[in-house]
């Protein structure tokens, strides 16, 4: 498979506690995006890499998550004293940058972190 | 007002309908626009892109009005296996990752 893989598929977490996903994106793929959705809505975006640098960070990601591409391959985000709040669903999203390749994103299966 | 605005149904239609959904932005300067299908606690799955042209794959149209700032989908031929959450998704450009916004779905079932 090819496609976009994270791991783990499921998180439960007490609150207070130190989580950490991983996701790694499609191999030719440079950027790497990690979305929350929450039920009912779409998902919103919370970071996004080109290659190992971290380019933009959205006002959603507090000083509690950060995340990581250290070689410009695999990326985790690592969210810590994990609130009831987190409970979502964390996807992650690779695409190319439009240099010889397209822009679209594929998603991969997503984490589903539940806080309690 | 929402930057993109969907219509969140659900839309129930029988099989074989034709059924179409619009999806409207805000910001007049965005560039791209997709189409994404997401079932039931999976993940969104790229559907199509939109260009400014229009485009076609198989039973589906998706088309952009830029005066009206709005992009459609439309289904034609529907099927049971159509039925899903269908998002649209709004990049201004893509200088800035974070102006990806994703409209937050509409329902779409389809009846046998």
């Known amino acids: 498979d090819t496609g976009v893989s994270q791991d783990p598929r499921h998180k439960i977490t007490k609150r207070g506690q130190n989580v950490t996903f991983r996701c790694d994106p499609i191999?030719?793929?440079?950027?790497l995006y990690w979305y929350r959705q929450t039920l009912g809505q779409g998902p919103e975006f919370l970071t996004y890499?080109?290659?190992?640098?971290?380019?933009?960070k959205s006002r959603l990601l507090s000083d509690r998550f950060s995340a990581e591409r250290p070689k410009g391959s695999f990326s985790t985000l690592e969210i810590q004293r994990t609130e009831q709040g987190d409970s979502a669903m964390y996807l992650c999203?690779?695409?190319?940058?439009?240099?010889?390749?397209?822009?679209?994103?594929?998603f991969g299966p997503g984490t589903r972190l539940t806080v309690t | 007002r929402k930057e993109v605005e969907q219509d969140p149904g659900p839309f129930n239609v029988p099989e074989g309908a034709t059924v179409a959904f619009n999806c409207t932005y805000s910001n007049s300067a965005s560039q791209s626009f997709f189409w994404y299908r997401q079932d039931c606690r999976k993940e969104p799955k790229l559907l199509m892109s939109?260009?400014?042209s229009g485009n076609e794959d198989g039973r589906f149209t998706a088309q952009l009005n830029r005066a009206s700032q709005y992009i459609s989908l439309l289904i034609r031929d529907s099927k049971l296996s159509d039925s899903a959450t269908y998002l649209c998704v709004v990049i201004p450009g893509y200088s800035s990752a974070s102006k990806i916004i994703f409209g937050s779905g509409t329902r779409l079932s389809i009846r046998p």
């Open positions: 939109v260009y400014s």
């Open positions: 890499f080109q290659n190992e640098a971290q380019l933009e």
């Open positions: 191999s030719e793929h440079n950027r």
């Open positions: 999203a690779s695409s190319g940058d439009g240099t010889g390749g397209s822009y679209e994103q594929y």
